[in-house]
C-alpha cells in the first residue's frame, strides 16, 4: 500500500476521532444515560446524541473496512478470504488489539445502534450506555491500529 493511500486514510479516521471525542466530551454530563434522561434530552442534547451514534458507528465501519485490512497489509497478513473474525485474531496475535471478540461485541452494537426504538426506551438506554462505554477501547484500537500504520509510513 502507497504512502499516499496511508496518510488519506489516517487523516480520515484522525477525523472521525476528533468528531466522536467532540461527542464524548459534549455527552458527559448526561451519562451514563436512564430512561428518564432519554424522555428529557433537550434538542441540542439529542442532537449531540444522534452526532455521537452516527460517529460511533461511522468510526467502527471506517476501521473495519478499511484500517484493518491496511495494518494486515503492512504487516504481511493480508488474505482475501479472511472473515472479521479471523482479521481480528491476527491483529490480537500481533498485540495491536486486546480481545478479537471485543471487536465482534462493537460490531453487534453498532447494528443495534442503527435502529429505532421508539417504544423500548430501556433498549435505546442500553446501547447507549454500552456505546458510551465502548467508546474508550474502539479509540484505544483504532489508535493501535494508527500507530502502526504511522511508524510503517514515516
Given at each position: 500500500m502507497n504512502r499516499n493511500k496511508i496518510k488519506s486514510l489516517i487523516e480520515i479516521a484522525r477525523t472521525h476521532e476528533s468528531h466522536l471525542l467532540y461527542a464524548i466530551n459534549n455527552l458527559a454530563d448526561i451519562?451514563?444515560?436512564?430512561?428518564?434522561?432519554?424522555?428529557h434530552l433537550t434538542q441540542q442534547e439529542v442532537?449531540?446524541?444522534?452526532?455521537?451514534?452516527?460517529?460511533?458507528?461511522?468510526?467502527?465501519?471506517?476501521?473495519?473496512?478499511?484500517?484493518?485490512?491496511?495494518?494486515?497489509?503492512?504487516?504481511?497478513?493480508?488474505?482475501?478470504?479472511?472473515?472479521?473474525?479471523?482479521?481480528?485474531?491476527?491483529?490480537?496475535?500481533?498485540?495491536?488489539?486486546?480481545?478479537?471478540?471485543?471487536?465482534?461485541?462493537?460490531?453487534?452494537?453498532?447494528?443495534?445502534?442503527?435502529?429505532e426504538y421508539p417504544n423500548h426506551p430501556e433498549?435505546?438506554?442500553?446501547?447507549?450506555n454500552q456505546a458510551y462505554s465502548l467508546s474508550s477501547e474502539l479509540l484505544e484500537v483504532l489508535n493501535n491500529l494508527l500507530s502502526r500504520l504511522e511508524s510503517s509510513s514515516s
Open positions: 451519562f451514563p444515560i436512564t430512561e428518564e434522561k432519554v424522555a442532537l449531540v446524541v444522534d452526532f455521537f451514534v452516527n460517529r460511533f458507528c461511522r468510526l467502527q465501519d471506517f476501521m473495519g473496512s478499511s484500517l484493518v485490512d491496511a495494518v494486515l497489509i503492512q504487516i504481511n497478513e493480508f488474505a482475501n478470504d479472511l472473515t472479521m473474525i479471523d482479521k481480528m485474531n491476527k491483529l490480537e496475535k500481533f498485540h495491536l488489539i486486546k480481545d478479537a471478540h471485543l471487536w465482534l461485541e462493537i460490531r453487534k452494537l453498532r447494528n443495534n445502534l442503527t435502529h433498549l435505546i438506554v442500553k446501547f447507549l
